[in-house]
């Protein structure tokens, strides 16, 4: 991973906030080192990480009492998308760190998704703080409709990849969780009587995609062809149809195509919008990779 540096422009004018921030940049630069020197490599990631994680909850409370001082209308859904880093996503990867005993590849996976997540978040949500940008996260759905929706996508990836997977993000914003290498599908859904159409994202992991068909075919499939993204776009549209117990689309809307995109093509269409999918979710699977769903419409 290259090295990451601050840079003024991720200051929000808050001295407090923007010294916080830069103190987790060079925190997560720091860790990046170590995980190159192979010598200080486990123990030095593993106190690294616990002390980002700790910064990074002291930091949300402080942030989140300035927003309540000079009373942010957005107060509630920026407060959710800290609640959602520091109650879901960290303590997933730090299990994930705890079981692959802080391998190079998952304190990789780790820094990537933490970088993605710094990056966009101060970019976009603390920059609206003090009214230099627009937040994208609008919408907030409740939690039951999250709860089902997160049953419903576990269930489908068990059921058609034979993989348990756990939720680590509710608002995922386009992180590069494979370094580029994952298989992203955009399903598109159209009926008469609406304006726009319905879109809906997958993105898989690589590893998890060829770990489930080496599986399934009893024998190694070790690199993304033509087989291999064919096989994928068709269960993408199975994968779909069992999350109808759960997830129903309309019964006007129809499937009109199913497109491949790259992780590229994904992250600016991600960066364009102006405003981020209202259900946009990243799990991570026992085979050691990442699965993300998002849905706009």
Not at 223 to 247: E, N, P
Request: net charge neutral.
């Amino acid at each position: 991973m290259n090295e990451v540096k601050w840079n003024d422009r991720f200051n929000i004018g808050v001295e407090g906030i923007d010294k916080a921030h830069r103190r987790l940049f060079s925190i997560v630069s720091k860790l990046i080192s170590l995980n190159e020197d192979e010598t200080k490599q486990q123990h030095a990631c593993r106190e690294g990480i616990k002390y980002f994680k700790n910064y990074t909850t002291k930091h949300f409370a402080e942030e989140e009492a300035y927003m309540k001082s000079i009373g942010y209308a957005d107060y509630d859904i920026h407060k959710s998308l800290h609640d959602n880093m520091r109650d879901k996503t960290l303590p997933a990867l730090e299990q994930e760190l705890e079981e692959q005993d802080y391998s190079v590849k998952s304190v990789q996976h780790f820094l990537g998704i933490c970088v993605g997540w710094l990056n966009g978040h101060i970019m976009i949500e603390d920059h609206a703080i003090t009214g230099k940008t627009t937040k994208k996260w609008v919408h907030q759905g409740s939690e039951n409709e999250m709860d089902s929706l997160e049953k419903a996508i576990s269930q489908a990836l068990d059921k058609l990849f034979r993989v348990k997977a756990q939720v680590i993000s509710e608002h995922y914003s386009g992180e590069d969780f494979s370094s580029g290498k994952a298989l992203c599908y955009r399903l598109t859904y159209t009926c008469a009587d609406a304006k726009r159409p319905l879109l809906v994202y997958l993105i898989y992991g690589e590893n998890m995609i060829l770990s489930m068909l080496s599986e399934t075919l009893d024998q190694p499939v070790k690199k993304v062809d033509k087989t291999v993204i064919s096989a994928v776009k068709i269960i993408s549209q199975r994968f779909m149809d069992c999350l109808s117990c759960h997830f129903v689309l309309p019964t006007r809307h129809q499937l009109q195509k199913v497109d491949m995109l790259t992780f590229a093509q994904v992250a600016r269409l991600f960066a364009m919008e102006k405003q981020y999918p209202p259900y946009s979710l990243l799990f991570s699977t026992e085979k050691k990779d990442y699965f993300a769903f998002c849905v706009k419409n």
